[in-house]
């Protein structure tokens, strides 16, 4: 195996709360004989007396040790990391610098695995989720009938933040438990009621419970459109349900929403995966605003938004997989999103306009793919009875480039 060959210059091994007490012989003889043993300050001192070359903690950013760990190959280097150091550890960070072949990787128990073996659950049923140094609305589409989640705490204010934000979004009855030093002789486990007393080295379980009463988001898309402020720029419901199966986002890839609105398109192509991305374009401050609060509350801070007139915003924009127009769009916009889309990509136009139906019409002779006509009709009252009321049709073109 070539991990046991003497390539693998750079070791990077496990350690938990219990220190040398949880580390493997071989572990044991790794960090002794390393030349150099880098870990944060907690980890060296978790390793003890084990340490007989130089130490080296963590500067920030990290990417100037890791430089420093890199001058010294092939010379035998250590890093030591929290339990499992590719479950939100610095594993993934190392292997972007280092090949895996010049590792040999020891992980311990993560900090998950321990927290579902003194709860009882079970792991492949959990959601685990990392809010230390990460927007913590990120849990907010994860919050579902029945869930236990399990969640990474930044330090000792984390558990008061999620503590507040559940009840504010009527979840009072879930039940949260901090768990403290797991696996070390300080290990700590309680339910918190905003009130108690929480060590910095803390994590998060999380239960829903199965007869959800707050606002927990849909796993579909057509999210209700009273889930999105908007000042009447909105793609309402069923239109944006429609329009997402036309750009059918997958996993990881990025999509460019020219006209953002409300940003629901944006929004709703993120709660797609966790992974996927999404660049809106907005030319009115105050719709940017709105849309970026509305990413916020429904649990995807991240959307990136760029304010200004397409198409000139679209300039030096990382090439996206899927572009969304969705009013108003004009024949040199779409130009300029077609040319940058990335060859296999998806285009979804949308138009409720005769102007812009005839820019559509002329993207499709030009460009091809399809267009389509949604037809919505909505239920109103009409004296003590019921009629349907047509609301106005969209034309949508849509093409694969």
Known sequence: MFMEKDIAWLKVIGINENGV????????????????????????????????????????????TIEKIIERKPQNTCVLASGDPFSYGIGATLARHVAIEEMLVIPAPSCFSLAAARLGWALQDTV???????????????????????ALSTDETTPISVFELIYKRGLAAAKLQVMEHLGGEKEK?????????????????????????????PIASGLPDEFFENDGQLTKREIRAITLSSLAPRKGELLWDIGLGAGSIAIEWLLANPANRAIGFEKDTSRAKRALLNAVNLGVPDLQIIEGVVP?????????????IGGGAKTETIDAAWNALKTGGRMVVNSITLETESTIISAYKKYGGNIIRIGIDRDEDVGNFTGLRPAMRVMQWSAIK
């Open 312 to 324: 000139h915003t679209l300039e030096g924009r990382e090439t996206p997989d899927a572009i969304f």
């Open 21 to 64: 007490d949880g580390l493997s012989e071989q572990a044991c003889a790794i960090i002794s004989t390393a030349g150099l043993v880098v870990g944060g300050k907690r980890h060296l001192e978790l390793a003890g007396g084990l340490v007989k070359g130089q130490s080296l903690i963590w500067d920030s950013p990290i990417e100037k």
């Open 189 to 217: 486990i309680y339910e918190f009621h905003g009130k108690e007393n929480i060590a910095r080295l803390n994590m998060i379980a999380l239960e829903i419970p199965a007869d959800l009463t707050g606002k927990a988001i």
């Open 128 to 150: 685990t989720i990392g809010l230390n140094g990460r927007h913590l609305e990120k849990i907010i589409p994860h919050l579902q009938p029945g869930a236990k989640i399990l």
